[in-house]
């Protein structure tokens, strides 16, 4: 009876195709959209959590100021570092392997008649060490370099494209600002960040060259340390918390100037982000569901006058009034699940041609798949169930007399 | 004929009214009637003489106001909405004068539609149905839609519908109201071959003498009393 019930839904359904897609276009577009929603979230939280295990989940960063802003603010009223705070926890921390210090700024790189504007970081060899990211052209800063304050720079791979193409750059020179520096290397592409910025978009040059020919001051602002292999990072967080209280002369009662933040925070501080803006953006699109839904209430309410007559033929060969309840209820639900199927379809698809653009994973989930479905059967058992008690509760004579 | 079988509808003293107090109207005033197994019987009267009513009440389409009803000796006045149904869909068949096909469906799958709420299977109902058709001499236009049928092939298949689940009754409501007088004459002719066939009461709501005569008892009502109940001469025939 029930196969009977649902092969009678599917053939009204097919018998006004228009109408009955017009009908579920509301489900289809509020489950698409949930869908599309989660899935490129999803994606994100999980480009995120990639990239940070990319920069390495043993590194530690550190900056002037209380509160964690976010990564790559750089001002702060705090009192900066300098360098000697480098080499101190470099030599008084243990569980950290090596540190650098971090300076970065906006500029115009110029080589030949071309002029790009990039941004120009001031390191040292041990960023390239902590973030794990291989010269694939050349070569690394010389401790010479490093020490002297030297004009030579490496190269992201976006910017060498932008100036000399696909030819080789060592050895040629590029102009910051007034500085005319020698690039020596060029740095293993890593493409966009999660954020859609382009990480391989950067010149670095030694910290001291950046302090002496464009900062004009001695200020670290960031230092980026990496933890040796084994220790733990809470512990090589305490300790480096203990040496900066020292440098910094901060007294027993008092609040640290500065903070500490692991990657794993950073990684858990941007998929709360990320969730929190899909979750937003997914309760918005439950909405539409719920429009749909009454969509096809309203649809079903003239089904239902519509075929008044025919109930009433139904009515008087015997069908009883559950019977005709199950066949409305059966086809709103027919029809919306048909509605959540090409929401899905329609969904997955957007949130596979978002991830492409977006250079994120595409990672559906099936759970929120199910979960679409699960919702537009309960959208077509709710919006469905009145008109069909409606149609359940005609009198059969008056019904027969409708035409 | 019928005099000795058993009776299949006894309605005593039955009664319906629409409405209350000033607006009350009567359809039926007190109905006494039995009518026996075999019987082919003709309601008439004029517009408003509650034959109509009668027979919704008969058919179990309605339920009297006051009175009793015994169908084949069982009281089915007091039967609520979906009790009727089943009776409905067990022991009687409808012909209307409208015909009252699924539009947009073939005749096949029309005829069908009782035995779908009979429970019956697939294969068996195709079987039920198509031989009904051909009782009707309508096979081969199984897979034709209504519309693309002449009125008399849409009262035939409506026929077929009611008789494709064998009922005890067949309640046909001005059943050559919308035909000529050739496709009324065939559509009589075919009643009273299948009341033979299938040893059917037939109960007809008509106006036309010409289709009253066909049956073997003719009801007068008016104003919602029977005002005579006499063999046609058909029945006067038959029985001497």
């Known amino acids: ?403 | 004929m019928p005099g000795d079988t058993p009776a299949v509808i006894a309605l005593r003293d039955i009664t319906r009214v629409y409405g209350r107090g000033e607006a009350e109207v009567r359809a039926l005033d007190g109905i006494d009637l039995t009518i026996r197994a075999g019987e082919f019987v003709a309601i008439m009267g004029p517009s408003g003489s509650g034959k109509s009513t009668a027979m919704n009440v008969i058919g179990c389409l309605d339920s009297p106001t006051s009175g009793e009803y015994l169908f084949n000796g069982v009281d089915v006045a007091g039967l609520d909405q979906d009790q009727r149904a089943l009776l409905r869909r067990h022991y009687l068949g409808f012909v209307f004068q409208g015909y009252n096909l699924l539009p947009r469906t073939p005749a096949l799958e029309n005829v069908e539609l009782p035995l779908i709420y009979k429970g019956m299977g697939a294969a068996e109902r195709r079987a039920r149905a198509l031989e009904a058709l051909e009782q009707v001499g309508l096979a081969q236009r199984a897979d034709h839609e209504p519309s693309e049928l002449s009125g008399g092939q849409q009262q035939r298949v409506a026929i077929a519908r009611a008789l494709a689940g064998s009922p005890e009754v067949l309640l046909a409501d001005e059943p050559t109201g919308n035909l000529d007088t050739h496709r009324s004459a065939e559509i009589m002719d075919l009643l009273v071959r299948l009341r033979a066939e299938r040893e059917l009461t037939i109960v007809m709501v008509t106006h036309e003498e010409d289709m009253a005569a066909y049956a073997d008892r003719l009801i007068w009502m008016v104003d919602g009393r029977i005002a005579e109940d006499r063999p046609t001469e058909r029945g006067a025939r038959d029985a001497g």
């Open chain 1, 1 to 403: 009876m029930l196969g009977e019930t649902i092969r009678l839904a599917v053939r009204a359904i097919w018998r006004n195709a228009l109408r009955s897609f017009l009908t579920v276009l509301g489900v289809v577009i509020g489950v698409a959209a949930v869908i599309a929603m989660v899935t490129v979230g999803q994606g994100s939280s999980a480009q995120v959590t990639q990239d940070v295990a990319k920069l390495g989940t043993n590194v530690l960063m550190i900056r002037p100021g209380q509160a964690a802003m976010g990564p790559r603010s750089s001002s702060t009223s705090e009192r900066p570092f300098d360098l000697r705070d480098v080499e101190r926890l470099i030599r008084e921390v243990p569980a950290v392997e090596t540190a650098s210090a971090a300076e970065q700024s906006q500029m115009s790189a110029v080589a030949g008649n071309v002029n790009y504007r990039t941004a120009v970081w001031g390191v040292s060899n041990a960023y390239l060490d902590a973030t794990d990211w291989p010269v694939v052209l050349g070569r690394r800063f010389a401790t010479g370099e490093e020490q002297g304050g030297r004009a030579v720079c490496i190269l992201g791979e976006t910017v060498r494209q932008e100036l000399f193409g696909n030819t080789d750059p060592v050895g040629d020179k590029i102009r910051l600002k007034s500085m005319s520096c020698e690039v020596i290397g060029v740095l293993e592409a890593k493409g966009a960040s999660s954020f859609g910025s382009d990480q391989d978009d950067i010149v670095m040059i030694p910290i001291r060259t950046f302090q002496r020919r464009i900062a004009g001051n001695s200020n670290v602002n960031m230092i980026y340390a990496a933890v040796r292999d084994g220790a733990s990072t809470d512990l090589a967080k305490g300790e480096i918390e203990a040496v900066l209280r020292e440098i910094r002369r901060i007294g027993a009662g008092e609040e640290d100037d500065f903070n500490v933040m692991d990657m794993k925070q950073l990684a858990s501080m941007l998929t709360g982000i990320t969730d929190v803006l899909t979750g937003l953006l997914a309760a918005v699109a439950a909405v539409s569901l719920l429009v749909g839904g009454i969509g096809i209430m309203n649809i079903m309410l003239v089904s239902v006058t519509e075929r008044t007559h025919e109930i009433g033929i139904r009515l008087a060969v015997g069908a009883q009034a559950r019977q005709v309840l199950q066949q409305f209820l059966v086809e709103a639900i027919v029809l919306s699940l048909m509605g959540g199927l090409m929401g899905i379809a329609l969904g997955l698809s957007l949130a596979a041609l978002a991830a492409r653009f977006m250079v994120i994973p595409f990672t559906p989930d099936p759970v929120v798949v199910l979960g679409a479905f699960a919702f537009s059967a309960l959208v077509g058992v709710v919006f469905g169930y009145f008109p069909a008690r409606r149609a359940a509760r005609l009198d059969p004579i008056e019904a027969l007399r409708h035409q």
